[in-house]
């Protein structure tokens, strides 16, 4: 079977810091591996050394990058296709012309039919121009501009195929660079972050290609936990400075058995040092007397004893929001309303919130999502209808901008600012639950990465005491462990929930209702995410509650679709009560 098999002694970064060791690993070329951990852990890292793209010190005295002592070996011969190498050499072409240029056997054959059909015209060359077409055929000329045609729509630059490279942005850019490495057809992919930038129906064409059209294996990095559950069926666990660990299924299968290894790996760590510390108690007891040769005896098995490396279990963040009270039944209502800045971008017929409803709002980039959220808010007017708004509720409002942080401001100065008269300690001890040190009290909020920033406004948030969040896109930037960490404070929070979001992981796990915005009008789904592709897949009406609390199917649902279909839609869209 061809295969890479890759080796990793030892990976060091500059100033001698271990970023990987004593990894060793059979990548198959059918393997579909999802590669996760935190920023920082070496997976883009780890892609580049079995690409072959390692960060080194070149003879000639370039900048030292790191240290590499390995090896991948590439059994059979596989062809390799990374996203990351793809670049757009000449910037005059057209989008179109790029996507051409991963058929270089059509291109040749092109090139030598023209040629052929040039010696017709002057009159001879029948045979040549024959066989230049069978050729032509042979390498499906006839059907190329077809599948680029076919991939182009499914990842949303159709519209860009006659625009110059120039002129597209840098997201359009990164969609051409896939949609062009899946028209090459590598034996093998390797794709690092394919969903960044890319629209939820994007995402959605690329699962299922990968799915059900992809013959060849593949390593992605990304965060977008739903496709990595939907696409994968191993994970590689990266962490700094240690073997990279194999787990068998998908990603919610891994989060899953982490947990569990986790647990044993501490539990006998634990019972191993307490033996160790019983065999000390004991040798010192009986070191001095009779007993004498007894403890010696002890003593040597104990050097003989292999000391267990700690296991790294990281300190996960711990997201809490403060309740104030119920504000009672109804939330907010809008109707008959069109939301908009200056010109109306969507219609509302009627829409009404009760409590302790979470409500997801999704819709492609640009339809107005921010600007609902901001309408409810009261900082947009209503263009035209009738809103109302609960006068109890108490509101915290996370933006994804980080609006309401002073960024060349301390982290101390903006909580004073916010109204949180603490002390140091007292705010190292709130911000410590998110992964703080103690010096970062005063530290600017500029100096921390995009992640720390958001889990920063996070703490904020959480000690406001509301009734209903108002979340925009609350995952960004957030690892894996903050992302399952807000999760489950989110489903632990007994008010309501308004959040927008493209991550259907997230979306899956808080939603209980979605307001979808398509075709310039809101429309509401009961249940998650799962359960409005799923309802809009079958045509059944989005009022109609697929699950019920414990994730059986409903049973008139059932009754209605039949027990074998019922039976396949529960298998392939039911939900994993582990998550």
Not at 34 to 52: D, E, I, L, P, R
Not at 168 to 196: H, W
Not at 345 to 352: D, Q, R, T
Not at 460 to 479: F, Y
Request: net charge negative.
């Amino acid at each position: 079977m061809r295969h890479l098999n890759v080796k990793i002694q030892r990976y060091e970064l500059p100033g001698w810091e271990i970023l990987m060791r004593d990894v060793s690993l059979i990548i198959n070329h059918d393997d579909r591996i999802a590669v996760v951990w935190g920023n920082g852990a070496g997976k883009t890292t780890f892609m580049k050394v079995v690409t072959g793209e390692r960060t080194l010190a070149d003879e000639e005295g370039e900048k030292f990058m790191g240290r590499f002592e390995g090896s991948v070996d590439n059994t059979g011969g596989l062809t390799l296709g990374y996203l990351a190498q793809i670049h757009f050499d000449f910037e005059e072409k057209t989008v179109f012309e790029e996507l051409r240029n991963a058929f270089p056997q059509v291109l040749e054959a092109e090139t030598e039919l023209d040629s052929a059909e040039a010696g017709m015209n002057d009159g001879g060359g029948v045979e040549r121009y024959a066989e230049a077409i069978e050729r032509f055929k042979a390498v499906w000329g006839y059907d190329y501009e077809r599948e680029i045609d076919r991939v182009a729509r499914g990842i949303g630059i159709f519209p860009l195929l006659h625009s110059k490279l120039k002129e597209v942005s840098g997201g359009q850019r990164t969609k051409i660079a896939l949609a062009k490495i899946l028209l090459l057809k590598p034996d093998f992919l390797l794709l690092d972050e394919p969903t960044n930038f890319i629209d939820m129906g994007s995402v959605e064409w690329l699962e299922k290609y990968l799915q059900e059209t992809w013959k060849g294996g593949y390593l992605i990095i990304s965060h977008d936990r739903e496709f990595l559950d939907a696409t994968c069926t191993k994970v590689y666990d990266v962490v700094k400075g240690r073997p990279i660990v194999e787990y068998v299924g998908n990603y919610s299968d891994y989060v899953f058995e982490k947990r569990k290894r986790e647990e044993r790996l501490l539990e006998e760590y634990e019972r191993h040092a307490e033996l160790i510390k019983s065999e000390k108690a004991l040798i010192n007891r009986f070191r001095a007397g009779s007993r004498a040769g007894f403890a010696k005896s002890r003593e040597k098995m104990l050097e003989r004893l292999e000391e267990p490396e700690k296991p790294f279990i990281p300190e996960r963040p711990k997201f809490r929001f403060e309740f104030s009270e119920r504000p009672g039944e109804k939330i907010l209502e809008l109707k008959e309303a069109f939301i908009g800045r200056k010109d109306p971008l969507f219609f509302v017929s009627e829409i009404v919130m009760y409590e302790k409803m979470r409500v997801g709002i999704v819709g492609e980039n640009g339809v107005g999502k921010s600007t609902l959220v901001k309408t409810l808010l009261g900082d947009i007017p209503l263009l035209d209808g009738y809103f109302s708004k609960n006068k109890g509720l108490d509101v915290a409002y996370y933006s994804q901008m980080h609006e309401e942080l002073d960024l060349d401001s301390t982290v101390f100065a903006n909580f004073e600012k916010a109204g949180f008269a603490f002390t140091r300690e007292r705010l190292a001890s709130v911000l410590g639950n998110y992964g703080f040190a103690y010096g970062d009290v005063d530290r600017k909020v500029r100096d921390f990465s995009g992640g720390q920033v958001s889990k920063i406004l996070f703490s904020m948030i959480g000690l406001r005491p509301s009734n209903l969040l108002v979340l925009d896109e609350p995952t960004n930037h957030l690892d894996y462990d903050s992302r399952e960490s807000l999760e489950k404070a989110l489903r632990e929070y007994p008010g309501s929930i308004i959040f927008i979001s493209h991550d259907r992981y997230f979306v899956n796990k808080v939603a209980s209702h979605l307001w979808i915005v398509e075709d310039g009008e809101l429309t509401l789904s009961y249940g998650n995410y799962a359960d409005y592709r799923l309802k809009k897949d079958r045509g059944i009406s989005y009022d109609v509650s697929l699950w019920n609390d414990e994730g059986e199917l409903d049973l008139v649902l059932e009754e209605k679709l039949g027990k074998a279909e019922a039976k396949r839609i529960r298998e392939k869209f039911g939900r994993d009560r582990r998550k």
